[in-house]
């Protein structure tokens, strides 16, 4: 009975319409573009001379439960997974570079070798000296941390007696990271304190060997650059993902950044 009312129901058209067939769009034709993988040949070219160089980005190196805790998880990486990282490139004998040797081949001096990385840490926070220092040290390789200066002796960042520590090592190298870590969107009078600020805080203290530069959140500016090569800085790192470094692009460089994970799922 129940079935025949349905259907009763059906014929008057009571409760159809969800199953009125749905309106097609209309069909679109698919075009698949051609992407053209530009080669280190083109690339060099364009941009040279240019080498392949995986510059690892780091920022917090701590306990994954206490980066939770803070809510820093995006940009941490545990100190078990940092080790694992150092142990793969001394396995895999990759060459790890100090940043004055990357500069080096930047300003035409050197040629690289094959295989080669450089490690660099952004934002200077103080669990660099105790958690990633003792594993660097362990291992002998070399790093350069972004320090935005006007940050130091100020809370979870480090204190100018922990960087002074680690420049005596002669492994940890410092790189200008602007004074505030200010965006290098903003204005070029900004910039031209942030980024002075920073330059002359790292040459009193004897850290500005190098004159190496990041951008923080990332993005270069035409004004920072301007400032930048002007103050004879050699290089700037972008967050822009990529391992091929050209002399041409040498205010917008890219780096890989890395997370709890084999290095090898970066391309290494
Ligand atoms: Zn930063």
Not at 81 to 97: G, I, P, R, S
Not at 176 to 191: G, I, Q, Y
Not at 196 to 215: H, I, M, R
Request: proline share 6%; glycine share 6%.
């Amino acid at each position: 009975m129940k079935n025949i009312l349905l259907s009763f129901f059906w014929f008057l058209g009571v409760g159809r319409t969800e199953f009125l067939p749905p309106v097609m769009p209309t069909p679109t034709i698919a075009l698949t573009p051609t992407v053209h993988q530009v080669t280190f040949a083109e690339i060099n070219q364009k941009y040279g001379p240019c080498a392949t160089v995986n510059v690892l980005m780091y920022h917090h190196i701590q306990e994954e439960k206490l980066a939770k805790k803070l809510g820093r998880t995006g940009l941490n990486v545990s100190p078990e997974w940092f080790e694992k990282h150092l142990q793969y490139l001394k396995d895999k004998q990759y060459n790890v570079l100090r940043m004055d040797e990357l500069a080096d081949f930047i300003n035409g001096k050197r040629a690289l070798p094959k295989k080669a990385v450089v490690i660099t840490l952004d934002d200077a926070y103080e669990d660099n000296y105790l958690s990633a220092y003792p594993i660097l040290k362990k291992y002998n390789f070399p790093a350069t941390l972004f320090t935005p200066t006007g940050l130091v002796d100020v809370m979870d960042y480090l204190t100018w007696s922990e960087i002074n520590d680690m420049k005596n090592s002669g492994l940890i190298y410092f790189g200008n990271h602007t004074w505030s870590h200010h965006s290098a969107l903003d204005k070029k009078e900004v910039l031209e304190k942030e980024i002075g600020l920073a330059d002359t805080q790292l040459a009193e203290k004897g850290l500005n060997g190098a004159k190496v530069f990041a951008y923080p959140y990332g993005k270069p500016s035409n004004d920072a650059e301007a400032i930048l090569a002007k103050s004879g800085y050699s290089m700037a790192f972008t967050t822009k993902q990529g391992n091929i470094l050209c002399v041409k692009q040498r205010y917008t460089l890219p780096r890989i950044r890395v997370g709890n994970a084999p290095l090898s799922k970066y391309g290494l």
